[in-house]
């Protein structure tokens, strides 16, 4: 299979350096020659502003790959699904002024037991923003999250629920983001990619670590654990996308890691596994 | 939704007392009232014989509503498959030896990177099974086990695969277990339930715990968690299962209780909840 052979399309989510600000990630992208980065909007509100982002983003000259994230529609009263529409219509703006094209849809755990109404609540919160989001040149990237995550961060697990929504909309408007990280199990992993073609509007990678620390913290830099990341990035590629790669790792000793140790390591498992 | 109103159809799988020996959970059993339980093969290996564990269950009365397990098909070299295949002829000896008709199958993990080969080795692993489980009179249940488990304990996740499967046999030679922990998630649960009818060869409750404290000894006691269990209970009975209901449950937190309050809170929960 094809190598990745320079780090043109390499991304860093700001996640996977979790201790530094975004002024000192952005730094370390530029001293490491990593062209891109994704943002987190709790990383963002530790800015003294908005502006200030992104003055410090277009300085910077690093592209950034998707704003992390929207979501979160379902909600137990119409009071409280109002509010999270407006923090989402919030984080549309901020993406538009930080210069992505991607806001990257968490799409929220059910506010009580009934799953199949939470995952209404989704389709009728995507079908809601969509409008407003295509206003502001952005796109939706409807992120599967790991059936481990249904209970807590969403409702949406596998790529063809993520598929069947987009559908429903132009690539344009609304798209899937495959993270390797949680779709990698699925038997019908490689035929939601091809169906994605077109669609896809990210894609994320880490690793799936033997045994498994930890449901949210254990994910592994790439190369220590057991995905097929370089299968799985050629499926993708094989559906039309050339986009950035972002690495998107919660991992305690990776967050403990000096900054620029991070991508240096990063660097060098980008071109060897990814 | 109908509630349960006895016991008849209560089992205690014997993983949910882990700290009790196989004479301990049965009279613990007998007891509480509780007509049914599982055997886990490791329990069974406590014992001075196979006979020995044979002579207390049939004195007892208790109705062995499962072994666990047979499975783990994959297998780096053809001599470990081998072993394993022995093993597995040894666990439906054992079945039969004990007086129950199932033999749960946990498939196993993937030896390697390459999960759809797991996958293969799994469909030949059973293919080879079938025809030695018949023969003793033993059904063989394939249960799928949550995608958090595929890269260490099953590759077969989602409740379609486990039916794929089981359709190429006759259901007294292969049924699909199901286990509302492992499936409570999946968008396509209540078609699959309904595809599996009269294939149903064993349901499994538990429940799901809103914050997750761990990927393998976080399920909960029915009635803590968000998992829809009547709802999922009467799915399974609309496919035409009436048979025994298996409380299986790893969790520390439950370990360490009483054999009898443990059994007694299984006993009101199961009432209320299920």
């Known amino acids: 299979m094809q190598e990745l052979t320079n780090y043109e399309r390499l991304s860093l989510n700001q996640i996977t350096t979790d201790r530094l600000s975004l002024p000192e990630a952005a730094d370390a992208c530029l001293r490491a020659g990593v062209p891109g980065i994704a943002l987190w909007r709790h990383k963002l509100a530790q800015m003294p ?10 300085d910077s000259g690093l592209r950034v790959s998707s704003l992390c994230r929207g979501g979160m529609f379902p909600a137990p009263t119409p009071e409280e699904r109002r509010k999270r529409m407006d923090d989402n219509r919030r984080a549309v703006e901020e993406a538009a002024e930080l210069g992505t094209d991607v806001l990257v849809l968490v799409c929220g755990p059910a506010a009580g037991k009934d799953i199949a109404d939470a995952r209404l609540m989704v389709e009728e919160g995507i079908a809601e923003l969509v409008p407003y989001a295509e206003s502001h040149g952005i796109r939706l990237g409807i992120e599967p999250l790991h059936p481990m995550y249904a209970a807590e961060r969403s409702v949406i697990n596998l790529l063809s629920q993520a598929n069947d929504i987009a559908e429903r909309y132009t690539p344009e408007q ?5 993270d390797v990280f949680h779709v990698w199990w699925d038997p019908a992993l490689y035929e939601q990619i091809a169906r994605a073609a077109g669609r896809i509007a990210g894609y994320h990678v880490s690793d799936w670590i033997v045994p498994t620390p930890d449901l ?8 220590d654990g057991v995905i097929e990341l370089r299968r799985i990035r050629q499926a993708v590629e094989a559906a039309g996308y050339s986009g950035p790669i972002e690495v998107e790792i919660f991992n305690h000793a990776v967050w403990e890691m000096d900054g620029d140790e ?8 980008y071109l060897e596994h990814v």
Request: charged share 25%.
């Open 262 to 269: 991070s991508l240096a390591l990063i660097k060098s498992r």
């Open 216 to 223: 949210l913290m254990g994910r592994g830099m790439m190369g």
């Open 49 to 58: 502003s908005l502006a200030e982002a992104r003055r410090l983003i277009r």
């Open 174 to 178: 609304v798209g899937v983001v495959v």
